[in-house]
């Protein structure tokens, strides 16, 4: 898997926010703000929004076209080093079919979001771009009292060096998926609280495994399957997979119905590894692992490697996953490492 590495971010940079799905940014002022201040004061970047990146949530539903035209004129704007989504929401699928791959193609840079993002990032992987699964503006950026140190340590790692981003760990503070409502003004400076950290569980495999990142959120991946957006079998192929699950907290028999799909696919026999974000509340961790091995040993993948609860997807803080970048999943140490750059 041969993507573009978009150029890393220096103090003093462009960047803009955009609205790909759920146009929370404009219905919540106060909490986009405070992530803008933030990209300003913590990582010394200018911050522009896209043209309709402020408009209220059901304008930006009634509008796919315009998301898809931000999208465009972002990628396409010389002046703007990274695209940053202000949140997800389940309806990016709905800006396919306006989008233009060699806009994206000809002017590569940095794209950072995850959830519902998924999708867009897809549509950077079909046109040769790598891109970057991590937070957005309302989640991590905007995190009620202050930032999370090992969110602000993964940007700067990831975002901003062109050195190999090396060893992940585990949130050594824990981690939280506490409801503080958003709509909410009193509670944006209210620390949510952490549970205590939990380390990473190697449930299967007892290798040393290599491989490019791909992957993003189960419910997304659904959306995108059967279009011309879905990457063909040799994308796939010798991949370390990462899946995570949002808010919605499907139930583990899904999991398992999905998975199943991946190995109808030919997905799964030919990956290298999972890795699997915390779930939501750490709600069916254990169920879902116990799927996830039911499918490997339905299909005789008794070697796998599989990590799971790991500090990535719909928990907080997280650490980022640059597509197409090579990782390794170490199971007699028990580590995982990003063995690339994410960046230029």
């Known amino acids: 898997m041969k993507l573009i590495t978009p150029k890393g971010l220096s103090a003093g940079d462009k960047v803009a926010t955009i609205s790909m799905s759920w146009g929370g940014a404009g219905d919540l002022p106060h909490r986009y703000l405070k992530g803008k201040q933030r990209l300003k004061e913590i990582f010394n970047l200018e911050v522009t929004e896209t043209r309709h990146a402020l408009k209220s949530a059901q304008w930006i539903y009634n509008n796919p076209e315009a998301r898809a035209n931000d999208l465009m004129e972002a990628f396409a704007d010389p002046s703007v080093k990274a695209i940053i989504s202000n949140i997800g929401g389940d309806d990016s699928i709905r800006i396919l079919k306006y989008i233009d791959l060699n806009i994206i193609k000809n002017n590569p840079k940095i794209f950072l979001g995850f959830s519902d993002s998924t999708i867009t990032h897809f549509i950077c992987l079909k046109a040769g771009l790598s891109s970057f699964y991590g937070t957005s503006l309302l989640v991590g950026f905007a995190e009620n009292a202050a930032m999370h140190d090992y969110q602000v340590s993964d940007i700067k790692r990831t975002l901003f060096s062109s050195s190999v981003v090396g060893p992940v760990y585990p949130h050594k503070e824990g981690w939280t998926t506490e409801f503080l409502d958003w709509f909410d003004v009193s509670l944006q400076d209210v620390k949510r609280k952490l549970t205590p950290p939990s380390e990473w569980q ?95 040993d339905e299909e005789g993948l008794y070697d796998l490697p599989v990590v799971t609860r790991m500090d990535f997807g719909h928990t907080c803080p997280t650490f980022t996953l640059p597509y197409g970048r090579l990782a390794e999943i170490n199971c007699i140490d028990q580590t995982f490492s990003i063995l690339e750059s994410g960046v230029a």
């Open 202 to 296: 190697f449930i299967r495999g007892n290798s040393i495994v290599q491989g490019p990142l791909i992957g993003g959120c189960m419910e997304v991946l659904e959306m995108l399957k059967g279009t011309d957006y879905w990457p063909a079998s040799e994308i796939w192929k010798d991949s370390i997979l990462f899946f995570e699950t949002s808010e919605d907290k499907p139930k583990p028999e899904y999991v398992r119905w999905w998975l199943r799909n991946y190995a109808a696919m030919g997905i799964l026999e030919n990956a290298k590894g999972i890795i699997f974000g915390r779930p939501y509340d750490n709600l069916f961790t254990e169920e879902y692992e116990t799927e996830i091995l039911k499918v490997l």
